[in-house]
């Protein structure tokens, strides 16, 4: 077998470290039917990349080392791991045994070697503890998690002696029609001893009619005792290999988020239709109404009132706070504060203590101050708000000059009457107002009346002369 070029003529160099264990997580599948331009372990599932999900699972066990076997063609797996694990390149896609033939000499320890997939991203970081376990207790060479599936199609099969002692792994295109009738499966995940490991891995032949080479080869070349651990939920071990999948993965860790949510004090009115990612924290009490997404790396407080139909991101939301058919995005927001309906918070907004957001508001890069209030219709964009200010109905900030974005300040306690229109750059002073229908072209002092519109004029008559016309116009056209 074509095995790193480190590896093999250095195996007298292996590791003498007994305890430490290590992980190694195989990433480097093409992931063909994703049918995507996304590496498959990219994919997220509740918001969390699939090979982060796989990373999770392995911390559980602190490891000595983890080591991702990656495609170097792949786009983007640095990234995502932001310096966490060791990557391991894999330039030839030739089977898994082979991605893990690519783990150089100097981390080939004589200690336990978990290999899982990142692929798989429901496995749970207890059930890896549970399997170090049993192949500490049981002395075992190597010990294989296994499944039971009503529908096994796509799984490497457990072949077993008729006394139930397990003899063998076989994949499904090389089974037969009697093995594929079998439905304990091979989950993919080992735990091996490393000292029986890196040995096996060098007489490993690509004798199937893939012409890969297998790591469930590996098995069946290891001298030692071969233990096996059935999962209790077999629904961790799915693989996912299509959108399809995909989405049985997500709907199956988004129950688990929220089933954890319940548990820890908060209410979901309808699970259902309720959808929260795998990085949002959301405190005690807090209840979220049907139709809400709370997505990112969201913090909400205690005793706050979600929804219905309310999608949060990226932001943070203090105690006590209420959202009602609004869309949040990277804002951050204080206690006591109510939003909506139908508002809509942009990026850079920040609300004090207490603010109250209406119907059918728009904020962008704003900061309102501690109990001010913008009750409906109102567009805030690049605007400095003070405390206790009040914003009348259709008022805006005309930040946008053709150039570039400009900002308008507001001082506390100032009354702000509906349809003003601030043209940025200005600033109001403390405690001023504007009146209804006013155009603000320039700073307005501290306790001053703005009134920035034309005269009303009033024409008598008005209506007897149009009637007047429209009747000769119908008279001619006769």
Known sequence: MRVNASAGSKQARLSETRGGVTVVVLAAGKGVRMNSRIPKVLHPVAGRPMLLWSMVAARVLDPERTLVVTNPSQDGIQAALNGEGQTVPQRE?????????????????????????????????????????????????????TAMLDDPRGYGRIIRARNGVFRRIVEEKDASDAEKQIHEINSGVYCFRGRDLWPALQKLENKNRAHEYYLTDVVALIKGKLDTMLVGDAREILGINDRRQLAQAEHIMRERILDDLMLRGVTITDPGS????????????TVIHPFSTITGHSVVGQDCVLGPMTQIRDSTLGDGCRAERSHLEHVKIASNVAIGPFSRLRPGTELAEGVHIGTHTEIKNSKIGAGSAVPHFSYLGDAVVGANVNIGAGSITANWDGFEKNVTEIGDGVYVSCDTIFVAPVRVGSDATTAADTVVTKDVPAGSLAIGR?????????????????????????
């Open 274 to 285: 309720t959808f929260v990612d795998a990085d949002v924290s959301i405190g005690q009490d």
């Open 454 to 478: 034309a005269d009303m004029k009033i024409v008598e008559g008005y209506t007897a002369r149009r009637r007047a016309r429209r009747n000769a116009s119908k008279a001619a056209k006769k």
């Open 93 to 145: 896609q030739l089977g898994t045994g082979h991605a893990l033939s690519q783990v150089s000499a100097e981390h080939r320890t004589t200690g336990p070697v978990i290999v899982l997939y990142a692929d798989a991203p429901l496995l749970r970081g207890e059930t890896l503890k549970r399997l170090l376990a049993e192949h500490r207790a049981s002395e075992a060479a190597v010990t294989l998690l």
